[in-house]
């Protein structure tokens, strides 16, 4: 079964910074793109950002000027950068690519 490995979640506190990643098998991150999502308690699945095969990146209004996307092909990994973080940031985030979902983590902003 693939799966995806997400890391880099945890607590920090408002306007603080996290950076999660996402590796995946690399015969899957060559030829996918790369997306993130986040759900928080109560809302809708809502999409975060993407980073293409040829590197581009599309990041939603909601984080765009906080957030980054990029990846590293030689470890087959995308990273979302977090900066600048809010409490309405607080949710389960994902990555996502060729349909295959990653587990989730956790990302908690409170003081």
């Known amino acids: 079964q693939v799966q995806l490995v997400e890391s880099g979640g945890g607590l920090v506190q408002p306007g603080g910074s996290l950076r999660l990643s996402c590796t995946a098998p690399a015969s899957i991150f060559k030829y996918n793109n790369m997306g993130w999502f986040r759900q928080a308690p109560g809302k809708e699945r809502e999409w975060v950002a993407t980073?293409?095969?040829?590197?581009?990146?599309n990041i939603a209004d909601s984080v765009k000027g906080r957030f980054t996307s990029s990846k590293d092909s030689a470890k087959d990994t995308v990273y979302l950068q977090m900066n600048s973080l809010k409490s309405e940031d607080t949710a389960v985030y994902y990555c996502?690519?060729?349909?295959?979902w990653g587990q989730g983590i956790q990302v908690t902003v409170s003081s």
């Open positions: 996502v690519t060729a349909g295959i």
């Open positions: 980073t293409y095969i040829s590197g581009r990146t």
